[in-house]
C-alpha cells in the first residue's frame, strides 16, 4: 500500500506492508569484540527529561547492531549509525 504526500511540496511515496517483521536495518559496529561483549544488552538513562534506552545487540549471523529507544514516544528500534568507542566513550550518530 502506497501514501503519497501532496501539496505543494515534492511528493514521497511510502511503501508500507502491515506485519512485515523485517529486522531492523544493521550498520556497522566499530567497536572491538571483547568490549561489545561486554556492553550487549540493554542500558537505560535519561537525555533531559525523555528515557532513554540503548540496545547492543548480536544477531545469529555475528553481526552487532546498536539500537536507540525512547519509550515516552513510543520509539523503538532506532538504528545508530557509525558507532564507535574512542577513550572507553561510545560515539554514535542518529537518524
Known sequence: MNFPQTGNRPIYEFGLTRGAGKE?????????????K?????????IGALKTVFRFQ?????????????PQQGAENIPVFN?????????????
Open 24 to 36: 531492523p536495518p544493521v550498520t556497522r559496529v566499530d567497536i572491538p569484540v571483547e568490549t561489545m
Open 58 to 70: 548480536r544477531y545469529a549471523s555475528g553481526e552487532n547492531a546498536l539500537f536507540v529507544e525512547v
Open 83 to 95: 558507532p564507535s568507542l574512542r577513550r572507553q566513550v561510545v560515539h554514535l550518530d542518529l537518524a
Open 38 to 46: 561486554r556492553l550487549l544488552g540493554r542500558w537505560s538513562g535519561a
